[in-house]
C-alpha cells in the first residue's frame, strides 16, 4: 500500500544501481538555496547561515544518511530532524513566512529519490539532459532555481508519482497556461494553496526549477509557450520575481520536485485569521473594493479599468486569490494614486459623505 509521508525509521541501505538519484542535490545547490535571500533583495536574520552550508553533505556523505533510513514505495524518504538538509529547509521555510506574520511549524520533510520505478528515474534523468541543453544554449547557465508549490496532499502524491498535470495548470491563476511556482524567497502564496488534511497538516513542495533566460509574462496573459526561442520559461517580474511561469510544455522536463515539507500553521496573539493563515493586523487606511473600482474610474483610462476589473471577475470566480487581485489593482493604479483614494475616502466618511466621489477635482482638493 503507497504510503506518501510520514514513515517509521529503520536500518535499510539504499539498493545498488540507484547512486544516480542522489546527484538530485548537489551540495552548491543547497548553497543556491541559503544564499537566494540576497539576489530578492530582501534581508533575512539568518543570512549567516550561508557559511555553514560548505559544509553540508556532499553527494557521497548524504548517501551514508539514507542508508540508516527507510525508502518509501514511491521513492520518497523522510529527513531525520539531525540531518542537515532537514534544518535548512525547515528553517528557511519558517522564517520566509515569519515575514508575512504566518507562524507555521514544520512536522516532517521528505526527499524524493527517484527510485519508485523507472519512470521515476527517466524524470530525473530527463531533468539532467534538459540542464545540459539549456546551459548549452545560454552558455552554460541554465539559470536554476528553488521553487514553492502548494497543493492538497492527494494533488502531491500524484505530482510525485505521475509528475504535474492540467489540474495543476488550471489551478494556477493569472496565469493560465502554466505550472506558477513562488520563488524560495516567497513562498507565503503557495502556502496559501496548501489544502489541510484530515490531521490539520498543509504539504508543499519544494522544487528545482530550470529557468534559462527569463521573460516577463503579464496577468492573464494567454501566451502558452516562450515568445521567442531566447526564451524558456516567465517571471512575473523581471527585477525581483516572485512567481516563476513554467508552460505545460516543460512543466514534467524543466520541474523536478525534489522536498515535501509537511507543516501546520499555528495561532498567532493579536493576529486576525484569513482562511487559516495569520497575517499582521491593517493599519492603513481601507476601501470596499467596489467603491475603490467606482472612484478609480473616474481617474483612470479605460484600459487600465478594463485590466482592473478583471482582476475583480477573476477574484469572485475565485480563479485567483485576494492576493493577487489587490497586487493587480496596484499595478494598474500606482501606490501613490491608491494612497490618495483610501485617504479621500476615509475623509468622506467621518464627514458622512457615504465616501461617493463626484468627480475628479473630489480626489485631489
Known sequence: ???????AVDRRSVPDGEEISLSSVREDDIHQFTEEDSVSGESSEDEGDSSSVSDCESVTS????IEHTRIQADGLVRLDESDKLHGIIGKKFISRLSVHGVNAQVQYIHRNLFNAGSISLARLRSFQIFTKAVEKKNGGDAN???GWFGASKDEIKKIILHGFGHDNIKNSGLFGHAVVLSADHSPLESMESASLDDDGIRHILLCRVILGKTELVNPFSTQCHPSSEDFQS???????PKKFVVWSSQMNTHILPEFVISFKTLSTINRPQL??????KPVSPWIPIPD????LSKLLPPESMKEITKYRRSYIEHKISRRD????????TGDRLLLMVLKDFTEQRRHGLGGKFESRSDLFK
Open 1 to 7: 500500500m503507497l504510503r506518501l509521508f510520514p514513515a
Open 325 to 332: 487581485m489587490i497586487q493587480g489593482i496596484r499595478e494598474f
Open 234 to 240: 516567465g517571471v512575473d517580474n523581471l527585477a525581483s
Open 144 to 146: 536554476i532555481k528553488y
Open 275 to 280: 482562511d487559516g493563515v495569520h497575517l499582521r
Open 62 to 65: 548524504a548517501k551514508r544518511s
Open 292 to 295: 475603490l473600482i467606482a472612484a
